[in-house]
């Protein structure tokens, strides 16, 4: 299968400041990726779409100020959480696809800790 | 309502047994796709096995076989002789529409534990 990365693979910041993190497909051009948050024992939660050259597609309930996501090539995306805070601590996880009739791969994920 | 439902927010089995573990979803479209995917504490994502809302046989790979029955809109997963490296989150997704690309839809998972 086609491979995605994530940078970086975990990463602790301080309560209100930002931090980036990167989704890239390795091996093939992602014109979608998804980017999902996972709380502790919880299950995934989409919470954006990303197409590239777009804006991303959030959904219900994601601050689209908060979590900008930013796809500006066919292999990478960015998320980036502004003004972190305790309660923005989850696993982040992105998957990314060719195309439409393309399945979607997964990256291996992003733990973030804001102290 | 919700889209996936994963009764068995944990489980046991003992190792070589045979475990299954319960997914019922519910969709209005005809064309649509079932995942079941493994989750370690490591938290990466692992593929274990699809099936297409049409297929007709249970797609099986290696250990894992997955019971569809459409009429109940269900699609259990299925492993045979359970290993201690089985022991994870399993999460079943669903793709509604025809397109392979879209959007998944995840259950709440189940925490498999596999005893020595």
């Known amino acids: 299968g086609a491979v995605v990365s994530q940078h970086p693979s975990w990463v602790i910041c301080k309560s209100g400041t930002s931090v980036k993190i990167e989704c890239r497909s390795l091996d093939f051009q992602a014109t979608t990726m998804f980017w999902y948050r996972q709380f502790p024992k919880q299950s995934l939660m989409l919470m954006a779409t990303s197409n590239e050259g777009s804006k991303a597609t959030y959904e219900q309930g994601v601050e689209k100020d908060k979590f900008l996501i930013n796809h500006a090539s066919l292999t990478l995306s960015t998320l980036t959480v502004t003004s972190a805070h305790p309660e923005d601590s989850s696993f982040y996880i992105c998957s990314a696809r060719a195309g439409l009739l393309y399945e979607q791969y997964f990256g291996p994920g992003t733990r973030l800790t804001v102290t | ?116």
Do not use: H
């Open chain 2, 1 to 116: 309502a919700q889209k996936i439902t994963q009764t068995q927010p944990g489980m046991f089995v003992q190792e070589k047994e045979a475990v299954t573990l319960d997914c019922t979803y519910d969709t209005s479209d005809q064309s649509y796709g079932l995942f079941w995917y493994k989750q370690p504490s490591s938290g990466e994502m692992i593929f274990l096995i699809y099936q297409g809302s049409y297929d007709e046989q249970n797609a099986t790979e290696g250990r894992y076989s997955l019971n569809f029955q459409k009429a109940r809109k269900s699609a259990n997963l299925v492993i045979s002789a359970s290993q201690l490296g089985d022991s994870a989150m399993y999460f079943c997704a669903m793709r509604e529409g025809p397109n392979a690309g879209n959007m998944l839809t995840f259950g709440g998972g189940t925490r498999l534990m596999v005893k020595p």
